[in-house]
């Protein structure tokens, strides 16, 4: 069987992320008549279209984002490889990219990179902050290496290490007549009280299942983008929220006039790594997730 070169993975996979045949052929450092024809022979290797050329504008073809999702992903597995077979490379030292979701990055991140790039001087952590579904999805197209997030959630094929609790707390407004945070009673909250984010923000969804929030008539129709305007929103008295515990103590809480309560039944999120199954990294990422379970 004649297989795709390396060189061919790379260039489709530069193509496919710049989008522009002169750019994609830059950013390998050769000529945009040589990258074209490294393409089309890629294609007629694989026997398929895998780039619209009818305009101007380079269309990847369906078959082909599914080809370049792949191709990152042998790429990593060969940087793995060589990484392995060279046997002299410290741990958790090189290249490292990590997706992390909004609701734990600005918490749990201050706390713990100093101490990591302490330990590990050669590690070269590149972060990119989003939303579950998509850091999931950047995940298995091979553009991240691990991810940091909260469960529960629908993940497939991948590995996870739980690193600790995150517990909920009731969120007010320090004078608020919305609800007595002392002797808190789901039962007691007015209509339209609580305010939590959009959609897509699996806090939400956690806050909802963790607080065993009954019925959609307590949650407030407004909701925030942020954490930030979260916040802003509760100082502002316009209802209650459940933030995670990891936020006590944070800089967006500080200055503001809302204050946390410990709830009596047990409702929290675990925080979790998670990672390709059967990646060769898979024993430095379980190293990273016991080194944040003793520095957070």
Wanted: aromatic fraction near 8%.
């Amino acid at each position: 069987m004649n297989l795709p070169t390396i060189k061919q993975l790379r260039y489709f996979v530069a193509l496919e992320e710049k989008g522009h045949f002169g750019k994609a052929a830059e950013a390998c450092f050769v000529s945009q008549s040589a990258f074209s024809v490294a393409i089309r022979e890629f294609e007629s290797q694989l026997d398929v279209q895998l780039v619209d050329r009818t305009n101007r504008n380079v269309t990847i073809t369906a078959v082909g984002r599914e080809v370049a999702g792949m191709a990152r992903l042998v790429l990593k597995d060969l940087e793995s490889l060589t990484e392995v077979a060279r046997g002299n490379r410290a741990p958790l030292s090189g290249r490292l990219e990590l997706g992390v979701i909004p609701t734990i990055a600005p918490f749990l991140l201050p706390r713990i990179l100093p101490a990591l790039r302490k330990a590990f001087p050669s590690l070269q952590l590149y972060l990119r902050e989003d939303v579950t579904r998509r850091i999931y999805q950047q995940l298995m197209d091979g553009e991240l290496d691990v991810i940091l997030l909260a469960l529960p959630c629908d993940l497939r094929n991948v590995e996870t290490m739980i690193l600790f609790r995150d517990r909920f707390l009731l969120a007010c407004q320090e004078s608020t007549r919305l609800v007595d945070p002392h002797h808190y009673r789901y039962e007691d909250l007015q209509g339209e009280s609580i305010l939590l984010l959009d959609d897509g923000h699996c806090l939400r969804d956690h806050a909802l299942s963790a607080c065993r929030i009954r019925g959609l008539d307590k949650v407030s129709r407004f909701s925030a983008s942020s954490l930030l305007t979260l916040i802003e929103m509760v100082d502002a008295d316009l209802g209650v929220t459940f933030l995670p515990e990891i936020a006590q103590g944070s800089p967006l809480l500080i200055g503001t006039g809302v204050k946390t309560y410990t709830l009596e039944e047990a409702s929290y999120r675990e925080i979790a790594l998670a990672w390709r199954q059967g990646s060769a990294r898979s024993e430095e990422f379980s190293q990273l997730g016991t080194f944040i379970q003793s520095t957070r």
